[in-house]
Nanobody
Framework: QVHLVESGGGLVQAGGSLRLSCAASERTFSWIHMGWFRQVPGKEREFVAAIRRWSGYNTFYADSVKGRFSISTDNAKNTVYLQMNSLKPEDTAVYYC????????????????WGQGTQVTVSS
């Protein structure tokens, strides 16, 4: 089976930075979309950022994080990163890495594989 493992979460104060990593157990050419989502208790899973690992490797961001977060990949390491800067308390959530072969890059149900999640807590 394909496994995605997130790491890098933790506790950080408002205004600080954190870098999340998502390592894949294998390289799969059909994994076109690599994305990051986040979720807090009682709320729907929310799109954060994604990258299309094909052609121009375009990146996509939620309005709430644009200008603060940056997604990137290291294909040699089968890893996707999420650099989070200028963190705010409202960024507190469990962050999930996801991989998909197509569909909407913004829509969680369109992704095929998910990591276990990593907790990010931003204090004020």
């Amino acid at each position: 089976q394909v496994h995605l493992v997130e790491s890098g979460g933790g506790l950080v104060q408002a205004g600080g930075s954190l870098r999340l990593s998502c390592a894949a157990s294998e390289r799969t050419f059909s994994w076109i979309h690599m994305g990051w989502f986040r979720q807090v208790p009682g709320k729907e899973r929310e799109f954060v950022a994604a990258i299309r690992r094909w052609s121009g490797y375009n990146t996509f961001y939620a309005d709430s994080v644009k200008g603060r977060f940056s997604i990137s990949t290291d294909n040699a390491k089968n890893t996707v990163y999420l650099q989070m800067n200028s963190l705010k308390p409202e960024d507190t959530a469990v962050y999930y890495c996801a991989a998909g072969r197509g569909g909407s890059i913004y829509n969680a149900p369109d992704y095929d594989y998910w990591g276990q999640g990593t907790q990010v807590t931003v204090s004020s």
